[in-house]
């Protein structure tokens, strides 16, 4: 069973930046495709960015494209979300997701494993 653990959130001023880290164990890491999801109260769970198992390729949602920034360490089993020029939408829960074989990366439903979340909170 692979276990995904976020840790990194916080409470940070517009403008700031966070960097977001899920450590994960328990599976082949460096097989799986890796995103981050974030959900805003009284939202659906939405599409942040994703990296391949090799980090080859990376995808952003549109929103965050420019200011956020995913990277992976296969060696440490670590995922990282570097998030700068914060804005307060961009308060949400932040989900470490683990993907082992789906051809698509932008649902939830593609992804086989969920760590717990980390609060991101930006302050206006």
């Known amino acids: 069973q692979v276990q995904l653990v976020e840790s990194g959130g916080g409470l940070v001023q517009a403008g700031g930046s966070l960097r977001l880290s899920c450590a994960a164990s328990g599976g082949a890491f460096s097989t799986y495709t890796m995103g981050w999801f974030r959900q805003a109260p009284g939202k659906e769970r939405e599409f942040v960015l994703a990296?391949?198992?090799?980090?080859?390729?990376?995808y952003y949602a549109d929103s965050v494209k420019g200011r956020f920034t995913i990277s992976r360490d296969n060696a440490k089993n670590m995922v990282y979300l570097q998030m700068n020029s914060l804005k307060p939408e961009d308060t949400a829960v932040y989900y470490c997701?683990?993907?082992?074989?789906?051809?698509?990366?932008?649902?939830?439903?593609?992804?086989?494993?969920w760590g717990q979340g980390t609060q991101v909170t930006v302050s206006s």
């Open positions: 997701a683990a993907d082992r074989h789906s051809t698509t990366y932008w649902r939830p439903s593609d992804y086989d494993y």
């Open positions: 990296i391949t198992w090799n980090g080859d390729r990376t």
